[in-house]
């Protein structure tokens, strides 16, 4: 028997041998089965038909598990592998490498001293909560961004506990690029799963420039963006109102559609807040509740407590329903409590269920609302119940339309008395729209009827009836013509539009304001039928509305890059309807009104509107705004706004690169009325690829308390922590156009290093 046989002199040998039975020579290199091994190299040693020895850009590869050295050993017999210098082992997305490495091939159990670990994985859009929104109860939705994650690691011993199992002691983690050593997560022993796309750490610390942060005995996180459920970091921060604060969350998993949240915030001046959070989303049904206990104020020896629910249901068939709570237990619970001027703002909370229906022809709505106010003074009708029926089908060339609604309308019990009641309205009309490619003309009847039946109402007036027949014309036309600016095409357009409407008068002084209000005077507005929103008040007219409105439209993408319109409406007959203590008009025009919208070229967008009272020759409402945006990370936002008699301020916004990785962030809002700055924010930014770091100071104006300033500092390390207290949701609602700078393309980075 042949006792020793080396196969020498042979510039790249190959040899495969199957586990379970001998190995098919016509077996391609590429297909290896799971108890198949494939092992090449310069030279190849076979010894006994048992110990293989490849010597020389060594490699072996058994599934979907390649092994690289420069000297592979590997006994048949006992499964055992021995890879001698420069060892490297790939699965998948990761990569091991070390001076030497140990193995059971194919149980994926051994070990590996100093090793070095790294992973790249392409996250995949996944239907399920979006991770970005794990601790904040604005949003729910499915994340659907595809972000490669990168993270390497090394160890003192490495030690392969499966196929998708290893566990590293002496260990470091991080999401740096290599030779980029910022910050780590140190740790006794780290295991990382392959399968769930996860890690946990034992004795952790987290290192940032080489001053530890943070200890845990224990922490548990991704390596791929996923949802973990375990501790997050904690938010730090400080207020005028609450003193020092600290933030502790707890984030549980429940599953891909299914989350909760937990937290105690420690308040210095107030004491101990408690947070919960549960989000779910199922193909029929989500929703989103919140609830935040404070049992004891230091400052107002009271208990205090907010809760918000929110669930929307899809029965099918065209049927849906839900409600959105809120009820708080105090009028300052937002002024004092929250660091968010969306928040500190509000008023009005409602509490609201409604069930809708829909299909080709109908649509239905019906809901019950209450408020509860915090300001003292507003006080808006509450819908007990609201409901609504629309329909709309054609018949040959003619649509038909209806509109019917039932309202009961009450009063909060802290509100004074005032009337109340139930109102139904009913508006059945035709129309019959004549459409050309150069125009079309749309002549519609209708009957809008109203019933009330009234409560708290003096001189028998608690039944009224009003019904008005509605007439209205609405045409246009259409022209275009082809040129060009620089060689490059353009089309442009020209739009007169025509709408006349007439409603005979009818005496409405008598019913009472439940919804109703006056309609500014915008190119919407000016082609209705109704002046006043709502359905107590149905203006007179004889008039008729006239608007000019002109594109021009890049011919080789079609991108619209300007258009401009003016308007006005002429009335034929005085003013006879009007809202309680308004003012009839006089006059047998209404102002001007005039818009441009733009999106130009050199990465200008513009939109400004414009409405002048030709009788005074002087402005009523002003908007001008403007927006710098070239590329992510850069843009500047312009604005004034006027309204006589009650506005007039500035807005200046933006967010700049400053260089070297840093970005300058702020916004001012001053008003010429009050000569003062309204809000204000500043802050810097600064990315240096697997971390940025932000600050921000904000001050906040209330409606029912004093103005409160906040501190924002956040340190965000790679996804895999964020320390301090979080203002993006700030920034993004004070500087339209922000991008973080962690998700800014790699195109368009400031350099970070030198």
Known sequence: MLKNCILAGITTALFAYSLASQADESLPTNEVPDDGVIIDGDKLELHLDRKMRSIGNASIHRGKQNVYGDIIEYDVQ???????????????????????????????????????????????????????????????????????????GDAKMLFFEGQDKKRLTGARYTTCAVDVDDWYIKASEIELNDYTESGSAKNAHIEFKGMPLLYTPWINFSFNNQRKSGFLAPTIGSTSQNGFEVLTPFYWNISPNMDATLAARILSKRGVQ??????????????????????????????????????????????????????????????ELSNRIVTTSRVLLPQEFNVDYADDNWRFNAIAQKFQTLDGASFPYERLPQMTLTGNKYYGDINTNLYTQLVAFDTNKNAPTRVTGTRLTAYPSISIPLNKPYGYVTPKFGIHYTNYNLNNIANNLESQQRTLPIFSLDSGLYFDRNFKISSRGYSQTLEPRLFYVYVPDKKQSDIPIFDTGESDLNFS?????????????????????????????????????????????????DQKVTLPGAVVRKR????????????????????????????????VHTTLAGRYNPEPGKTLNLSYSYRRDSLSQF???????????????????????????????????????????????????????????????????????????NPLSVIKRNIPGYVSSGKIPDTYQQPYYE
């Not at 947070?275 to 208990?303: A, H, V």
């Not at 993408?557 to 308007?567: C, D, E, P, Y």
């Not at 733009?598 to 409405?611: E, M, T, V």
Request: charged residues 20%.
């Open 651 to 725: 807005d200046v916004s933006g967010q700049w690169p400053l260089g070297k990785g840093w970005y300058g962030i702020g916004r001012a809002n001053y008003s010429l009325r009050e000569r003062q700055v309204i809000e204000t924010l500043a802050g810097v930014e600064y990315n240096a690829g697997c971390w940025q770091a932000r600050s921000v100071i904000q001050r906040i104006s209330t409606a029912t308390a004093e103005a409160n300033y906040a501190l924002f500092f956040q340190l965000e390390l790679g996804g895999i922590a964020s320390i301090g207290a």
């Open 274 to 335: 408690l947070q919960g959070e549960f989000r779910y989303l199922k193909e029929n049904f989500s929703g989103i509740d919140n609830i935040e206990y404070l049992p004891s104020d230091s400052l107002t020896n009271t208990t205090r407590y907010y809760a918000n629910l929110k669930h929307s249901q899809n029965f099918g068939n065209g049927w849906s329903a839900g409600y959105s709570l809120e009820k708080t237990s105090d009028n300052q619970y937002f002024s």
């Open 525 to 573: 507005s000016l082609f209705s039928e109704n002046q006043f929103t709502g359905n107590d008040r149905i203006n007179n007219a004889n008039q008729v509305s006239l608007a000019l409105t002109t594109r021009f439209i890049e011919s080789s993408s079609g991108t619209q890059r300007l258009s401009a319109s003016i308007g006005q409406r002429f009335y034929f007959a």
């Open 78 to 152: 006992n499964d055992e592998l021995h890879v001698i210098g420069n060892a490297r082992i790939e699965v998948g997305d990761t990569k091991l490498v070390g001076p030497e490495l140990h193995m059971q091939l194919s149980e994926s159990i051994g070990k590996m001293r100093d090793a070095s670990i790294s992973i790249t994985k392409p996250a995949a859009p996944n239907p399920q909560i979006s991770s970005d929104s794990a601790t904040d109860a604005d949003s729910l939705a499915f994340s659907s961004a595809p972000q490669q994650t990168k993270a390497r």
């Open 588 to 619: 047998n025009s209404s102002d001007i009104i005039a818009g441009l919208n733009g999106h130009l070229k050199n990465s200008w967008d513009i939109d400004a509107f414009w409405q002048y009272n030709t009788d005074n020759s002087s402005s």
